[in-house]
């Protein structure tokens, strides 16, 4: 159980375009769902925080208006990476959690995304 | 703000030998700490979590880690290497309420035969 996707796996876009990932939980409901970037051998950087039906909370330094996030139902959360520029090509990763004050995310297998 | 250091960014053993990835932490209260452990193409796994009971923390598949206060260290390790133990591997720091995860740079495990 505890199984998190993403869709899609692998994309590219043009300079300029938008992009949306989707990020399900596939057996559980999640109360929270979490938004990483991780860098070419790098670590995971948290960029937001959201729960099913509350606006998300950003980390500083991340763009709001770049980076936008819907978490419409407890299963799904999406990303949407607008105005793609080739700076935002990274792996981005998500995980959710099935109840607040739970110590355990489940991450999900991440999309590469590459901006050309 | 709490923060973990991994000392090796890589790490190589022979199959059979044992492992030992290293990470101190820094924290301004009691941490939670984790080990996470990530192979191409699929999802973060925990491999184990300290949340202030145990100090000595086992795992899954054979590995474990010490919560050594006095030296802020929380070591992985496992006695004897498989190669399906090559992977990426994460330490990391949670906030109290366990929303935020602070992860560390990685240590990759090469597995030789």
């Known amino acids: 159980g505890a199984v998190v996707s993403q869709h899609p796996s692998w994309v590219i876009c043009k300079s300029g375009t938008s992009v949306k990932i989707e990020c399900r939980s596939l057996?559980?409901?999640?109360?929270?769902m979490f938004w990483y970037r991780q860098f070419p051998k790098q670590s995971l950087m948290l960029m937001a925080t959201s729960n099913e039906g509350s606006k998300a909370t950003y980390e500083q330094g991340v763009e709001k208006d770049k980076f936008l996030i819907n978490h419409a139902s407890l299963t799904l959360s999406t990303l949407t990476v607008t105005s793609a520029h080739p700076e935002d090509s990274s792996f981005y990763i998500c995980?959710?959690?099935?109840?607040?004050?739970?110590?355990?995310?489940?991450f999900g297998p991440g999309t590469r995304l590459t901006v050309t | 703000a709490q923060s973990v250091t991994q000392l090796d960014s890589h790490v190589s053993v022979s199959e059979g030998t044992p492992v030992l990835l290293r990470c101190n932490y820094s924290s301004s209260y009691s941490p939670s700490l984790f080990w996470y452990v990530q192979h191409p193409n699929k999802g973060l796994q925990l491999l184990l979590k300290y949340t202030s009971a145990a100090t000595l923390v086992k795992g899954i598949n054979g590995f474990e880690a010490e919560f050594k206060k006095s030296e802020t260290s929380f070591h992985l390790t496992k006695p004897s290497a498989h190669m399906s133990d090559a992977a990426e591997y994460f330490c990391?720091?949670?906030?109290?309420?366990?929303?935020?995860?602070?992860f560390g740079t990685g240590t990759r495990l090469l597995v030789s035969p």
């Open positions: 057996d559980f409901q999640a109360t929270t």
């Open positions: 995980s959710a959690k099935r109840e607040t004050g739970t110590y355990e995310q489940y």
């Open positions: 990391v720091v949670s906030d109290r309420g366990f929303q935020k995860l602070v």
